[in-house]
């Protein structure tokens, strides 16, 4: 009954109409503040400030129409009232022109804010000019601060500015090379600093919990800045620093971000710095060479996911560590279905993420083999995020996979336009080219990849020109770099130099190769190796045996494509081992040139 009866007395005191005309007119100054303010330059923060106060407001509002009523001398106190039935009507009347009017307002400014957000899509259309952008490593000037920190940030941003879709934006492992000047003589390097149109170069500095940015645009890598800004937040907004960051660069540019790109940018959740400290040291010997790096990669990213479980951005990275691990001749025998579990998870906490999606893509294509998902999580990371070179690198072997050479090679060039001073994705387009009989150009990624390396005994270079070499005609040649080449790297003798060695008759120096290879202990690597050099010796059963080791290297499935004698190709047990992968059987590779 006393419920019943204070629904009764707000109804009566007009309180209800109240708050429903003070929401209506509230939406509108939020909106025009929301138009207004960033003319002005205002901080950051001022639309919060405004939301708090209005909050509060609404609260006195309550109040104040609970003690009052509007009427035709104007507001009086509910008790002094004697006609209620005339004063009832008069405050109905006003509130609901006030409600009327704040929504006539509110049509009036969705329409307004919509014709002119679809004429400025529509001249960024007409107008659609891509840009490409370097950001220069930054300058850190916090005292005693390791590498890992200003790597880090500089990736925050580029990862940042990567969600632009109008954005084509250099990997920092390239603008690296550019960290300390270039010679403008290196052909290489200066046909690719010709390529871009800005530069970006910031320094940073934390202080306690403060990180302070000062950013600067340049249109060319030396000279005077055509923007600078410097910025200020708590270490726990980092993520939403590089974010506004990102929006004023686009800006500046003279870029409308699409809404489907800018939203990306929206509920940027904090992070706890401890965990993201660990998380960026994780990343950083991750992105290192050497298996002992990588090892301590994994233990900062355990732990930082110890610190934060629910950081997406770190499964993200803990399944791409993974599927590198699982690319190596001896990998570990668990990190595919860790890397799985990892991607999942990254994705359940942020699905706009596309790190998540990229290592998920990687999963299925090396070990998954859930080729339709491995298609569909390509797409989509590519879509959250054009501007991942890696993930077009691994998309281009898994093109090649199914023998899609025209969109495998324009894949990896794609690669390398975002990442072209990384030598292995040079050395690897190579390999591609000499797959559909491109030796020139096959040859000539290879000499680009020793320039980059400054080392023209390159392992990878030396072993994909090796292939080239034999494939002209020029057998010894290319023998003689693929034995270089193992020299080097060891695990290339057993791919490469003794399989080259039994299908060019030199059948005794490849047994020897085998036999070495035999006498190790067996892993998926050495099962695939083993499998490949009896399929040249034409000893297929012993191929087989060697292919049904309980567990599959991350290249197995490349063996669909691989040039191996056509019998063996045409054995029921190799399609059966195809067909168990869910691939398509063996077919022609699909290359049209010109």
Known sequence: MRFRKLISELNRRNVFKAIIAYLA?????????????????????????????????????????????????????????VNNEEVARLTNRRLNKVIVGALFLAVLLLISISFWAGSRWNESLLNYDAKKVAVIPFIDNTEDQEDYFKTGMTQALIDELSKVDQLTVINQRSTK??????????SLISSVIKGIDYFVKGNIK??????????????????????????????????????????????????VVKP??????????????????LYLKGKHYMNKSTPAEWDRGLVYLQEALDSNPADAYTWAWLAEAYVTLGHSPSPPPDVFPKALAAAQRAIQLDSTLALGWAALSHYHTYFGKDWALAEYAFERANTLNPNL????????????????????????????????????QTAWLGELYRWVGLYEEGINQTEKASLMEDDLNYALGMFVRGRIFIDQGKVKEGLELLRQSSEINPGWKYVG??????????????????????????????????????????????????????????????????????????????????????????APLVFHSG
């Open 25 to 81: 007119v509230a939406w509108v100054i939020i909106q025009i503040a929301s138009i207004i303010l960033p003319i002005f330059d205002a901080p950051d923060y001022s639309l919060k400030v405004l939301f708090y106060i209005l909050s509060a407001g609404l609260f006195l509002w309550i109040g104040f129409s609970w003690v009052y009523d509007l009427t035709s001398e104007g507001f009086k106190k509910t008790e002094d009232i």
């Open 177 to 186: 090379v550019l960290t300390a000047g270039f010679d403008d003589k290196n």
């Open 206 to 255: 934390r202080e306690l919990n403060m990180i302070n940015v000062h950013i600067a645009l340049r249109e060319y890598i030396d000279t005077e800045a055509v923007w600078q800004k410097s910025y200020s937040k708590d270490f726990s907004e980092v993520r939403v620093l590089w974010a506004n960051v990102a929006s004023d660069l686009a800006s500046q540019l003279g870029i």
């Open 260 to 277: 489907e790109d800018a939203v990306l940018w929206s509920g940027l959740r904090p992070v706890k710095p401890e965990a993201y400290e």
């Open 389 to 424: 070179a890696y993930n077009h690198y691994h998309r281009a072997w898994y093109l090649a996979l199914f023998g899609r050479m025209n969109e495998a090679i324009e894949e990896h060039i794609l690669a390398m336009e975002l990442d072209p001073f990384t030598a292995n």
């Open 497 to 586: 130099y003794g399989p080259a060695l039994i299908e060019n008759a030199y059948t005794e120096e490849g047994r020897a190769v085998l036999i070495e290879l035999e006498g190790k202990p067996l892993n998926d690597y050495r099962a695939l190796c083993i499998g490949i050099m009896y399929a040249q010796l034409g000893d297929y059963d012993k191929a087989f045996e060697a292919w049904n080791y309980k567990q599959k290297h991350a290249w197995f499935p490349w063996i669909r494509v691989m040039f191996l004698p056509d019998e063996i190709r045409k054995d029921p047990r190799f399609l059966k081992i195809i067909r168990d992968m869910n691939l398509p059987d063996p």
